[in-house]
C-alpha cells in the first residue's frame, strides 16, 4: 500500500496481480489494472501518477526496489545488477491516462560501480594482520555487525562504529549519487 502526503485521500493498494488506486473518502476505485506479470512494488507519486515495478520473470523475491527519491526509480537483485528508470513530469501527458512502460535510463552492476572508484572506500575493520573480510551481517535488532575474516576469525562490533568510518574517513561521494549522475 502506498500513499502520498499530498494527496491524503487517495492510496494505491498492489499485490502481485492486481493495483488499484482508492479514494479514502467513500472508499470508490478510480483506476484498477490486472496483470499477468507479477507486481513487486509500488508507489503513489501524486493523486494522478503512480509506479508500479513488474519482475518481468526474475525472482521477485531477490529484489530490492527503492522508490523514495522524486522520479527515480532503482532495482537491485541479488545478481548485483542495478537497473535506474527516471519518471519524467511529461509522462502524464504523454500517457493519456493509459498505462505505459518505462525503458530504464541506466543499467549496470555493482562490480562496474565498484571498478569505477577513484579510491577504494576504508575498511570497515581494520586488522593487524590485513586479514580479508569474507561476509558481513547486520543484527538489527542489537545494532551491531558481525564480521567474518578469512582466517576464521569473527568480529562482532557495532554497526554505527562500522560504517560511519567509511562515511566520515572518505572523500568519495555516496555510490548512490555517483549513478543518479550518470542518467
Known amino acids: 500500500m502506498s500513499w502520498n502526503p499530498s494527496s491524503p485521500s487517495i492510496f494505491l493498494i498492489f499485490n502481485s496481480g492486481s493495483w488499484q488506486v482508492f479514494q479514502l473518502v467513500d472508499l470508490n476505485r478510480s483506476v484498477v489494472y490486472f496483470s499477468d506479470e507479477q507486481i513487486c512494488d509500488g508507489k503513489l507519486l501524486s493523486d494522478k501518477r503512480s509506479a508500479i515495478a513488474y519482475a518481468n520473470g526474475s525472482r521477485s523475491a531477490h529484489m530490492v526496489f527503492c522508490m523514495s527519491a522524486p522520479h527515480v526509480i532503482c532495482r537491485a537483485d541479488t545478481e548485483s545488477n ?43 575493520y581494520d586488522s593487524e594482520d590485513n586479514c580479508e573480510i569474507t561476509a558481513t551481517h547486520y543484527i538489527s535488532s542489537q545494532g551491531r555487525f558481525l564480521i567474518g575474516c578469512g582466517d576464521g576469525t569473527i568480529i562482532l562490533m557495532y554497526g554505527c562504529d562500522a560504517i560511519s568510518k567509511q562515511l566520515l574517513t572518505t ?3 555516496v555510490i548512490c549519487f555517483c549513478l543518479l549522475n550518470k542518467i
Open 82 to 124: 542495478i537497473v535506474l528508470w527516471e519518471i519524467d513530469e511529461v509522462l502524464p501527458i504523454e500517457s493519456e491516462n493509459k498505462v505505459i512502460a518505462k525503458q530504464p535510463k541506466l543499467t549496470t552492476n555493482m562490480e562496474c560501480q565498484w571498478n569505477g572508484l577513484k579510491n577504494l572506500p576504508p575498511s570497515i
Open 171 to 173: 572523500n568519495e561521494g
